[in-house]
């Protein structure tokens, strides 16, 4: 799957040569609720990321953002670190939407 902004993008990259996505929870995205973990996001261009809700397992959650982290550094795009990580997570249902909806958590 492309970047939301651009159908025409098969593989929105990671940034630069930074240790980790950036982005903000805006504008257009998907999202997805990991059982334990938190809320994935992306907004397909990018960021991807995993925020805390309470309750948690912060030892665990820590653990896919540092794999996140060096998917980034191998140069995995957003697009392809949200897939893989929703697909190594049982395929929770994947929302779409305005990422400031996320804001609330």
């Not at 630069?16 to 938190?38: H, N, Q, S």
């Not at 805390?52 to 697009?79: I, P, W």
């Amino acid at each position: 799957m492309g970047s939301l902004s651009d159908p025409n993008d098969v593989g929105a990259a990671a940034i630069g040569d930074t240790r980790f996505y950036g982005g903000e929870r805006v504008g257009p995205g998907r999202w997805a609720i990991l059982d334990g973990l938190g809320i994935l996001w992306t907004d397909d261009r990018d960021g991807v990321q995993l925020s805390y809700v309470d309750g948690s397992d912060r030892d665990a959650a820590n653990g896919l953002r540092r794999a996140l982290t060096d998917a980034c550094r191998r140069g995995e795009s957003a697009t392809a670190a949200f897939d893989a990580t929703v697909r190594e997570h049982g395929n929770p249902e994947v929302e779409i939407g305005d990422l400031k909806t996320l804001l609330n958590y």
